[in-house]
């Protein structure tokens, strides 16, 4: 099955291939640890069948394995820097992206789309008071902190300095019902 080509499979996909090239570079070596592309689940073929999430899980599964081989002591590639530096480099792609609606997006893009609409929610708040577009506003604040992307919050944090500034009651109203709803989850 052909998956259209998201930015985390691309992004995985090209870490992978560079992985694959130092792998045939040098087989005996991996042989002995008793690390193969096919046993890693990373052939050609497999990862056309999978999904983005199951790639992701693949993936970490990968990353997890490689690493119980090099900290092994008895192993060929004990401590090796190369696979070091590629299971890092692995693992900060994992990082940048979440599973959200069984997808795997990017964090930072889904954190920045939904600050803009806050963005948009709080202009319109302070041009007409509204309960459901102060809840909505609420509720986006509480995701932004739950997906905690740095940049974001930063940005969100001065957003709301300059909302205590404009509109000292909406900032007032946005800061209790976060509050609130921190408390009921």
Known sequence: MQHNQSDFRNSIVEK??????????NIPCFS??????KSLCMDRKSIRKYSDKQLYSATLQMAIRLESIINDE?????????LSQFIN???TVLKDYIELNNAIIHTGKYASRL???LIQEIHSAMAEKCKEIETSISQKIIKLHEIDHRETLQSLND??????????????KLIKIMQSKRQKA
Do not use: P, T
């Not at 008895?74 to 190369?82: M, R, V």
């Not at 957003?159 to 007032?172: C, H, M, P, R, W």
């Open 89 to 91: 480099e692995i693992k």
């Open 159 to 172: 957003s709301l300095e300059s909302v205590k500034q404009f509109d000292i009651n909406l900032y007032a």
């Open 74 to 82: 008895n192993s060929n590639l004990y401590e090796h820097k190369g």
């Open 16 to 25: 992978i291939n560079e992985f694959k090239r130092v792998y045939r570079s």
């Open 115 to 117: 600050y803009m609409n």
């Open 32 to 37: 002995k640890s008793k690390i193969c592309i």
